[in-house]
């Protein structure tokens, strides 16, 4: 009861209508929150939770972009990712972020194959192991399954209504994240990748 009556505390704490400030300076020291949640924060932050910071009724999509101009000329950027805000390194610094051996846990590590069919389990998810092995034409290891699951890149989906009820695997967050893109539907058409040779 202490611990939930100091969390309470603590985030009663936090003036979010910050009345007592002049409105530029108001809205400037949202903007400041904001950053601070984004750069705190691995995986995008939604609207939602970026709002619990604000004062109540204020946008957040015009504090995102007052915040995105402000941030013009710094290495880093704000990023429309997996229905929310992140911030990430301008493409621009991505070779000597690299160089200096600073991607961490953003380096996915997979081979060809790996990544082959994890664009498979995005395209055509939920699906199983047996519906991989119609895609590629053999067994899909449990091992490759292992490491997308791993690095997060791909999740349990329901299970399957065939024989034995086998699970189905579909992509996360992560994977959004890990590939820069909003939606599932920011995925190129399949149909464009096999007239340029990338698929089949």
């Known amino acids: 009861m202490g611990s939930s009556m100091a ?3 603590s985030e009663g704490d936090l003036d979010r209508e ?3 400030l002049p409105a530029e300076l108001r809205w400037r020291e949202w903007m400041r929150r904001i950053e ?3 750069f705190a924060s691995a995986l995008p932050m939604s609207r ?3 709002g619990r910071v604000v004062g109540q009724g204020v946008a957040v999509d015009l504090l995102i972009e007052d915040l995105a101009t402000d941030l013009s000329d710094r290495p880093y950027e704000i990023a429309r990712v997996a229905e929310g805000w992140m911030l990430r390194t301008r493409p621009t610094y991505a070779a000597a972020i690299r160089l200096a051996g600073g991607m961490g846990d953003h380096a996915l590590d997979l081979n060809e194959f790996d990544i082959a069919v994890l664009a498979a389990i995005a395209y055509y998810q939920p699906i199983t192991r047996d519906g991989l092995k119609d895609v590629f034409g053999k067994e899909i290891s449990r091992d490759l399954i292992g490491r997308l699951h791993e690095r997060e890149l791909i999740a349990r989906g329901p299970r399957s209504p065939r024989r034995g009820a086998p699970y189905t695997f579909v992509t996360t967050e992560k ?3 890990a590939f820069d893109l ?3 539907r920011d995925l190129p058409d399949l149909e464009q990748l ?3 040779g990338l698929s089949g």
Do not use: H, I, M
């Open 194 to 196: 096999e007239d340029a």
């Open 175 to 177: 994977f959004l994240v």
């Open 18 to 20: 910050l009345d007592g």
């Open 48 to 50: 939602e939770a970026l």
């Open 7 to 9: 969390k309470q505390r």
């Open 182 to 184: 909003q939606s599932l």
């Open 36 to 38: 601070a949640v984004l």
